[in-house]
């Protein structure tokens, strides 16, 4: 019904926010990703938005992307998976991290999130497998072994997941893992 809000940001509160838009102000809840690149108070914001209707409230959710709005909509989709947990799922890790843990079927990543334990975990895995994380934007003939190796030892190192993915994306095709970590870091230093 709501699709996208657009109007003066009013209030920060995370993970809520309030958007005046002609005189009404929406409150909407949003991932931490989206909340840390909204602009300063008094400023213009543009949200895409989810409309939820329950029996005892209506509760509106914002995303600064089509991906993160797609992702919640498939998360929420799932048996046992609200828009909370969908929210602290995206909150806990970026749309690309969480289309890599699906393809790569790792439940270790996804238990990092606060309230996803392993069952959670497993169910979101499975469920979501074809549907979400078939393209990660890895290099073209980069084995996802090669892949997977370079991105663990980058996160081993101390980096997020999003900072290994986009220095994983820049590297040529058919690297090796030592090779590849070397220029992984290379990136991640400049």
Known sequence: MIGQ???TL?????????????GVGYEVSVPMSTFYNLPALGEKVK????????EDAQLLYGFATHEERAAFRQLIKISGVGPRTALSVLSGMG????????????AGRLVKVPGIGKKTAERLLLELKGKMGADLGLPAGTSHDHANDILQALVALGYSDKEAALALKSLPPDIGVSDGIKMALKALAK
């Open 5 to 7: 809000l657009t109007g």
């Open 10 to 22: 009013i209030d920060k509160n995370p993970p809520e926010v309030v958007v005046d838009c002609h």
């Open 47 to 54: 949200l895409l938005t989810h409309f939820v209707v329950r």
């Open 95 to 106: 749309v690309a991290d969480l289309a890599q843990a699906i393809t790569q079927q790792e």
